[in-house]
């Protein structure tokens, strides 16, 4: 079955990178993804990253994708105080034709200034 | 254009009552899925509506639970003689599955249902 694996939480200072793990078991997984979710908001699609695919960066945004290991890290530079929030990794479900995502507990990323 | 909104956004119930929850998705989207998020957990897939296909109810976790979408519009869940495990934040997404690429979901700000 589908399990997706997160530490709970991570404080980092302000300015300092943050680096947020994730492991996955499905390994026929398609793509991997990174969400945001903020106090009282819905989750926010952050970035995503094909699975044939070992490195993808958007901005401040460093998704690195490990298959062999089955390891997902989101890294974000120079961390701000709005980045505080709980991030979730999640993975396509295959082989069922059903779309939803399995996502992981969260990691809660609190920033001190 | 609106995103996915989702009513009542915190519902008080007492044990032993019904309640039915509402998700407006973006309109055109085909795609439409519900979720559950207890406190301190991920999410935990509910059910899944695509177009006019028979919906996939596989992550229902009783008979309780229910859901119909009328269309490619509003769907309502509705979760009989609630239990106090059955609170928790109840997520609501939508996307236009016809997409084969990435499978972005865009997500609803939720409904907080806590049963007393």
């Known amino acids: 079955g589908e399990d997706v694996e997160q530490s709970l939480f991570l404080s980092v200072r302000e300015g300092d990178s943050s680096v947020i793990n994730c492991t996955y078991t499905?390994?026929?997984?398609?793509?991997l993804y990174w969400y945001k979710q903020e106090p009282g908001a819905g989750l926010q699609l952050l970035t995503y990253i094909f699975s044939n695919m070992d490195m993808k960066q958007d901005q401040r945004l460093t998704v690195l994708l490990n298959k062999k290991d089955k390891h997902l890290s989101l890294r974000i530079a120079d961390t701000q105080t709005g980045d505080s929030a709980i991030y979730f990794c999640?993975?396509?479900?295959?082989?069922?034709?059903?779309?939803?995502?399995?996502f992981g507990s969260g990691t809660r990323l609190q920033v001190q200034p | 254009g609106a995103g996915v909104s989702q009513s009542p956004s915190n519902k008080v119930t007492e044990k032993g009552k019904d309640v039915e929850l509402r998700c407006d998705p973006i309109s055109g989207h085909t795609a439409l899925y519900w979720y559950r998020q207890r406190l301190g957990q991920g999410l935990e897939f509910l059910i899944y509506f695509q177009g006019n296909s028979a919906p996939d109810k596989s992550g229902l976790p009783s008979d309780r639970f229910s859901a119909e979408r009328t269309g490619e519009s509003v769907s309502t869940l509705t979760i009989q003689r609630t239990q106090q495990e059955d609170s928790a934040v109840y997520l609501c997404?939508?996307?236009?599955?016809?997409?084969?690429?990435?499978?972005?979901?865009?997500f609803g700000p939720g409904t907080r249902l806590t049963v007393l």
């Open positions: 499905d390994s026929s997984s398609t793509y």
């Open positions: 997404a939508s996307n236009p599955v016809e997409s084969t690429s990435y499978n972005e979901q865009f």
């Open positions: 999640a993975e396509s479900m295959r082989g069922t034709g059903r779309r939803a995502l399995t």
